[in-house]
């Protein structure tokens, strides 16, 4: 009897996390193709393409929101366990509150690492070729950011004009060795500007030892300046978060690539961030597991489930935000970015346990 319970537990569970998921799954097309649409549609592609962009892209995006989605479906499975009378019927069985909410718990967590080594890799992989396969179209949009073996390069258009900018790649906020291409609406070359450094921690580029050569008329015209600032649309941060997405890299590529990817220009600040993030995961399912249970389990009475509906959502606004205020706080140099993204896990694991015992009580 007690394994055809704990089965029937286990199955119910996971049949209604998948049915969540399916629902993110579904809104997550919906919204995201119209972006997709945007993006090709003075491309020449058939509708196809923004489809299948779009089918590769959400999976890596219900990974970011699994922690809601398990809050959700804990909430749903355990509100209809207690409606249908059959939180009683385990209760008679000799399962209290807390044996349930462990045995749902710990499904959620071990869902987590299944998460991080078999479904990440794959998740990692589909961004990877939605990157690449989006670059392909990218010469056809008017602003655009490559890495190659030739250094940076950036296409922007600002005031009316076209502007190609290439520079040696660097691992700070200073680039060596630019050279600026100024180009009319028409593709025609205005002006070549070559400078040895430039700072660009800011969206005003500070270019030092800047030689201009103007051409009007087909006369070319040299000038000279110690200083010049430019504007851009690209700062330093922008450009690394662009050519350095941590979404193409899998939990497991972090663990045994670690030393390798610092090697090859990665921030160790930011690699420790996302490894960590990765890595609370499976205790932050477990916790959001444990909040449903607290909002959910206090009672045996059968109850208005609009109530639960409001009482969820304002709990899921809550915690995102104080889980983006954490990463805020990493970002600001307040705390480390490695401890930012435990401390969300750390003050729910607090509030969690005090709840359960709680709700073991009744």
Known sequence: MNRILINYLLSSFLKTIFKVILIFYSFGIILNLFEEIEFFKNIDTTILTPITLTALYIPNMLIKLFPFIIFISSMWFLLHLRNSK??????VFGYSNFKIFFILATTSFIFGWIILFAVNPITSSMVKYYEKTKSKYSR???HLVAVNKNGLWIKEYINNNYRIVSADTSKTNILKNIKIFNLDDNYNLIEIVNAKTADISKTDWVLNDVTFSSFKDGISEEISEKKYVIQSKYDYIKITSIFKNFDAMSFVDLLLNYKELQNKGYNKTYLDQ?????????????????????????????????????VGLITCVAVYYFKDLSFALGQANRISLSLAAWVPVVTIGLFTSIGVLQINEK
Do not use: E, H, Q, R
Request: hydrophobic content about 50%; cysteine-free; aromatic content about 8%.
């Open 274 to 310: 996302n490894l960590n993030s990765l890595l609370s995961l499976p205790f932050f399912l477990f916790l959001m597991t444990g909040l449903a249970s607290i909002l959910t389990m206090n009672t045996l009475k059968k109850s208005n489930n609009s109530t639960f509906i409001i």
């Open 86 to 91: 059959d939180l009683l019927t385990l209760k």
């Open 140 to 142: 056809d949009v008017d």
